[in-house]
């Protein structure tokens, strides 16, 4: 058997088992979201888009981010974090002003309220990852992921940087 290049395997289509592994890891994954959402949403009443922007806040310097700034950071469209926002921001988690510095650019801030949500959720949302993910792979197969997460990321940078 010839082993595939990596230009000739971009020019393939999967095999098979390509597809079987392909499909384990994308159902898994969305399982194993689905129950870290529940765990997060019954225990702390926090959905996976708030703990993000909270968790990004909370590592901000003055727990504050411009809002350009913290939609690159989570991943989202603009439009998508300005829409979560007004949630959060309706709940007390966040509050906006307009930034002083920027024209149209806006500052988003922790309130005092979304920090101690962020607290009360982060220990059980942390035991949740540690059973639902840590505990059911060996300390091999842990690493393993971390490596493969790694070159998942790498490749999707260096694809979106094309």
């Known amino acids: ?6 230009e000739r395997r971009r020019r393939q289509l999967p095999t098979t088992d390509e597809l079987r592994i392909w499909r384990n890891f994308v159902e898994t994954t969305a399982a194993l979201n689905s129950q870290l959402t529940s765990r997060l949403q019954v225990e702390s009443a926090l959905s996976p888009g708030d703990y993000v922007v909270l968790l990004a806040l909370s590592e901000a310097q003055d727990q504050q981010m411009r809002s350009s700034a913290l939609a690159s950071h989570v991943g989202w469209e603009r439009s998508r974090l300005s ?3 007004g949630r959060m ?11 002083p510095t920027v ?3 806006s500052e988003v801030r922790l309130t005092p309220s ?14 949740a990852v540690r059973d639902l993910f840590v505990d059911a792979l060996t300390p091999d197969q842990l690493r393993a992921a ?11 940078d260096a694809r979106h940087e094309k």
Do not use: N, Q
Not at 90 to 99: A, D, K, N
Not at 146 to 156: F, M, P, R, S, Y
């Open 1 to 6: 058997m010839t082993e595939a290049t990596p």
């Open 83 to 85: 829409h979560h926002l």
């Open 89 to 99: 921001e309706r709940r007390g988690l966040v509050s906006r002003r307009e930034c």
């Open 103 to 105: 024209p149209r650019g």
């Open 114 to 127: 979304g920090a101690e949500a962020f607290h009360r959720a982060t220990v059980p949302h942390l035991r």
């Open 146 to 156: 971390g490596e493969i997460a790694t070159a998942l990321c790498t490749h999707l």
